[in-house]
């Protein structure tokens, strides 16, 4: 049932494991009460967008009195919360459902999705019907809705941009789908008939087309939220709450979630938290999903250096980013990497800190994901960083430190832009890069960390599903001097004891660079 459809699901969310969130619908009703009532927001798979669209038509629909529900939420202390509520015949529609295995091309999407919504209307408003067609268009059944009942609705859109990612080939589908959004939303019913419009995509409206498809909706995204930052996840006050009440560990809860920066808030995955209170597992929760995999395709290309900066960002850097203008076409073309990683914005791989203007991977939670994808498709190069990362790694397991120099001199001098080449920075930075295949066994490197006597250029340690199988490495770096100097230091000043709480094999590594002869040399010694 499209149609004042069921409440249930929400009743379901809020006798469970519910973050009261009903403040959002203060924020609508004043969309509604302002005309500023088409509403598109972008956020990321898992980010509670289906429980929004059901809290959404639980409040405001006429299908049944949820004032049992609502009385005992933030809404209730609103005071638009009883002019609003139950005072629309709904439309919930979620686009997944009409997405078929009978139908893999999508040929029959529309047509199941014209005829439910056509079958509903007439089960709810017959009267509508009597002076209509066999076969009525869709815009007109709503406009004699409106003509005979005088009802207004709430419209909610759930996931309306699967289509492109689910039949992205099918362009046909894809040009008559739009049209049908169209005649809804940009017609003489959407002005006298629609309350309220709300829609919820992954990406970007102009993603998919480089028109105007949709210029009368407000799109609240990851990079601009109108100020309902603390709508889009769970804030770390909530987060903290909950911690407590299932005897969880916050700090360990905020390395692993945390990392969005939206209005002031510092927002959680709800899904992953979710999940953290049911397994008490601290663990990846993101999986590579339809929704991403033709942007994450795109990594291969490695357009203008994307791998290398990919690299840098797995290993826990902060990069300069521009984003695309307004104007752009750049989401919708999707051939460079600014387009790529502004899309990797909106789908939650990166957070953008807009005050430097600069983007990072959140958290550890999307940094393994984001290592994985990384690393299980390799480019067919032998020049490719995470070729040069493999090589480099088992030539240091190995033992065998003539490979080892080769590989940070070729990645010295290909890789790190040339104004940066002879900085004191330039070697740990050709270090983190040459570490990236490391990642997948080892936790994120740490540069700089107090130890013994002084601090360690770089430590290395062995995640624990790893243990065992995979040595500690503490990396010291010289300039103009010699490998067995940096091997000295870390015996010197006892930059192992950095390693004091580990049980298991470490190997030292000392690495030198001669700027007159542009020469690496290194030693691994085992501990």
Partial sequence: MLVNRSTQPFKKRVNSKYIDKTGFLSKLNNCIKDCDNFICVVRPRRFGKTITANMINAYYSKGSDTSDIFDKLKISQDETYHKYLNKYDTVYINMNNFVGLDDPNGDKFLSKLVSTLLKDLKNTFPKAFVNL?????????????????????????????????????????????????????????????????????????????????????????????YGLGEYMGFTEGEVKDLCEQYDIDFAKTKYWYDGYRLDGFEIYNPYAITELISSKVFDSTWSNTASNVKIINKIRLNFDGLREDLA????????????????????????????????????????????????????????????????????????????????????????????????????????????????????????????????????????????????????????????????????????????????????????????????????????????????????????
């Avoid at 006597?453 to 995979?470: N, S, T, V």
């Fill in 133 to 225: 067609d066999e076969n009525p268009q869709v815009e007109s059944v709503f406009q004699e809705i409106i003509d005979v009942y005088g009802n207004q609705f709430v419209f909610i859109i759930d996931e309306w941009d699967c289509i492109f990612r689910v039949y992205e080939n099918n362009t046909l589908l894809q040009q008559e789908y739009a049209k049908f959004l169209t005649s809804l939303f940009k017609s003489q019913f959407a002005e006298d008939g629609i309350a309220l419009a709300y829609m919820t995509g992954i990406l970007p409206i102009k993603r998919y087309s480089n028109q105007s498809l949709f210029n009368n909706f407000r799109e609240i995204t990851m990079l601009k939220t």
């Fill in 312 to 527: 840098s960002l797995i290993n826990g850097e902060a990069l300069f980013f521009e984003l695309p203008s307004k104007s752009s076409n750049a989401l919708y073309n999707l051939d460079s990497k600014q387009a790529i990683f502004a899309c990797l914005i909106y789908l939650g791989y990166f957070a953008f800190n807009a005050d430097n203007n600069t983007i990072f991977i959140p958290n550890e939670d999307v940094r393994r994901e984001l290592i994985d994808i990384f690393l299980r498709d390799p480019i067919d190069d032998d020049n490719d960083i995470v070729s040069l990362s493999k090589r480099l790694f088992e030539a240091i397991i190995s033992h065998d430190s003539k490979p080892v120099a080769s590989i940070i001199e070729y990645i010295h001098d290909n890789l790190i832009p040339k104004n940066k080449y002879n900085s004191e920075d330039s070697l740990r930075s050709v270090m983190m890069l040459a570490f990236v295949y490391a990642q997948r066994m080892y936790k994120k490197p740490v540069a700089e960390m107090p130890a013994g006597k002084g601090f360690a250029d770089l430590i290395l340690e062995p995640r624990a599903d790893y243990l065992g199988k995979y040595p500690a490495m503490v990396v010291e770096l010289k300039w103009n001097r010699t490998a067995q100097d940096a091997i000295n230091q870390i015996k010197d000043r006892h930059y192992q004891e950095a390693l004091d709480q580990y049980r298991g094999d470490v190997l030292l590594v000392g690495i030198n660079y001669d700027e007159k002869s542009k020469k690496h040399d290194c030693i691994i010694e085992k501990q």
